[in-house]
Nanobody
Framework: QVQLVESGGGLVQAGGSLRLSCAAS???????MGWFRQAPGKEREFAAS???????DYADSAKGRFTISRDNAKNTVYLQMSSAKPEDTAVYYC???????????????????WGQGTQVTVSS
């Protein structure tokens, strides 16, 4: 089992920055970590991911503005959000993928464990 705890959400003005953190505990042999987000009335959507080897992937909406990184010593993954937009407002979820598979890493079903989510609100 893997436990994931997100932190760092809050209110930010448009154009501002925010850093989300996700601390993993338990069975931390993880293939990849991802950040997803879900706005009210919308489906959960992929934002970014990072594999154990450091390979990153971003949604088009996140490219150039979000940066995913990790600190293996702390078992923590970060999502640095910059140039925030009101449409970034959502609950942000951290997810862990325990092993490689052919399932697209941009889909929620590829991930085995989820955090409780942290709210990010971008004001215009």
């Amino acid at each position: 089992q893997v436990q994931l705890v997100e932190s760092g959400g809050g209110l930010v003005q448009a154009g501002g920055s925010l850093r989300l953190s996700c601390a993993a505990s338990g069975r931390t042999l993880i293939y990849a970590m991802g950040w997803f987000r879900q706005a009210p009335g919308k489906e959960r959507e992929f934002a970014a991911s990072i594999t154990w080897s450091g390979t990153t992937d971003y949604a088009d909406s996140a490219k150039g503005r979000f940066t995913i990184s990790r600190d293996n010593a702390k078992n923590t993954v970060y999502l640095q959000m910059s140039s925030a937009k009101p449409e970034d407002t959502a609950v942000y979820y951290c997810a862990a993928r325990s092993r490689y598979s052919l399932t697209d890493s941009r889909t929620p079903v590829a991930y085995d464990y989820w955090g409780q989510g942290t709210q990010v609100t971008v004001s215009s």
